[in-house]
Each structure stands twice: as C-alpha cells, then as structure tokens.
C-alpha cells in the first residue's frame, strides 16, 4: 500500500508592525503687547520743543489709561493657555512708576508693572520668566487727579516666557551699541535682545527676542540689524529662532 502523507498546511507569515509615534511640534508665540499710547508724541516733543512735554507726556499717559492693558493682558493669557506654547516672546511690556519728584521716591501703590500683570493671569499655567530686558527709560512730569503734579518713569522692556517642560540653558542679553539720544544727551533711546538657549528633542536651539528701532531712526535701525546678523545671530550652532518686533525695511541695492 502507498505511504500515507500528511496534508500540507498553509504557510504561516509573521508580520512585525511597528508604530512610530511623532514627538509633539515644538510650539513658539511672539507678541507686541504694544506701550498703549503714541509715545512719539513724547519724544517728538523732545527733539522739537522740550517746553511741551509735560503736555504731551499728560496725553500719552491718558492712552495707555484707556487702552487698558489689564484687559488686553488677560485675553493673551487666555491665548497662551490655550494653545501652550514652549516659549512666548514679549515686546513692549513696560514698567511705570509714579514717583513724587524726578528722581523719587516711588509710589508703590501706583506702580504699573505689565510683566507682573501678565503674570498674575498666568497663575496656576505652567510657566516662568525666562528673561527681561530693560530698553529705554525716561522720566516725564504729569498730573494725577488727587495728587497734582507727579513724574512718571517708563521704562520699554522685553522678556521672554518658558513652559516649565522645556529644558533651557544659558540666557544672555544686551542693548544695541546703535542708539539715539535726545535732548542733549539727557534722553537715551536705547532697543535690546534676549538669548535664551534650549534643547529640545535632543536637538539646541537659540531663541532670540528683539525689538528693533522704528523706521524714524534708518541709520541706528540699519546698525541694529548688523548687530544682531553679525554678533548676537552669527556661529550659534542648532537651530536658531529670530522673534520679535523687527519694524525693518531692506535699503535699496
């Protein structure tokens, strides 16, 4: 009788799937919360008639009352919990202190910090001030309702905010050499950057906040940028993140 043979069985296949789950993106936001008042009036009132800048400070002082920031401060803290982003740029995020005479003392209670504002909104979000810049600061008369005749000091800043998962290193800042000075030297309008390094997905990156000069000013603006391409921006290695309020127009060829 013929040997008995066993059905052959179906070949058996073995597949290996592999998943592979994308990181996060890395998330970046940039704002100009904007001073709240035409602050040119100031400081055009200092190059043409400095008689008129108490008046014009006055005015200045009357926008940025009722531009709000308190408000406008609490809609981007609503932006940033929102969206979480790993680092927030700031420009324009003063600090104005009422002050009984030009050079003191302070009035704490009158105090308008914005940066602390912004943060009292963030409370309870998982972020901190990486960095924070001081620009330009200037001294000013005006008059409160209640008090009379006070001085105001504005000084411009910058800052930078991190999310507390991102693993920052080295921070580092400056003002730019390129400036402008009013009023015989008494004024300095001075524009500055914030580095903060940081490493994320193994990869470093450099962020760099900066406020340019405005377009007033071409020659100290052009100086700004040769600045911060050839000394603030050359040789970072990684990956390199330029935030800001640039307000730069290329000249002509």
Avoid at 28 to 55: K, S
Avoid at 65 to 94: D, K, M, S, W
Avoid at 176 to 192: F, P, T
Avoid at 226 to 231: K, N, P, R
């Amino acid at each position: 009788a013929a040997p008995k043979t066993r059905p052959t069985s179906p070949p058996i296949y073995i597949f290996r799937v592999m998943i592979f789950r994308a990181s996060p993106p890395l998330k970046i936001m940039t704002r100009n919360m904007y001073i709240g008042g035409d602050v040119g009036l100031v400081f055009g009132a200092a190059m043409t008639d400095p008689g008129t800048i108490a008046d014009a400070a006055q005015e200045v002082w009357n926008q940025i009352q009722a531009t709000n920031f308190p408000e406008r401060a609490g809609a981007l803290a609503q932006e940033i919990a929102r969206n979480q982003p790993h680092l927030v740029g700031i420009q324009e995020i003063p600090l104005f202190e009422i002050m009984a005479g030009p050079t003191g003392p302070v009035m704490e209670d009158l105090v308008q910090d914005n940066l602390a504002i912004l943060m009292a909104y963030l409370a309870g979000e998982p972020y901190d001030v990486a960095a924070v810049l001081a620009n330009t600061s200037a001294t000013f008369p005006i008059s409160l309702a209640g008090l009379g005749d006070v001085y105001i000091r504005f000084t411009d800043r910058i800052a930078v905010l991190v999310r507390d998962d991102l693993e920052t290193g080295a921070v580092t800042s400056g003002n730019y050499a390129a400036g402008s000075s009013l009023m015989g030297g008494l004024l300095e309008i001075k524009r500055g950057w914030l580095h903060v390094a940081a490493e994320f997905n193994g990869v470093p990156y450099h962020f760099v906040n900066t406020h340019l000069e405005v377009q007033t000013f071409p020659t100290i603006q052009a100086g700004q940028v040769a600045e911060l391409l050839e000394s603030v921006l050359h040789g970072l290695d990684g990956v390199t993140v330029l935030m800001g309020c640039l307000l730069y127009t290329s000249p002509s060829p």
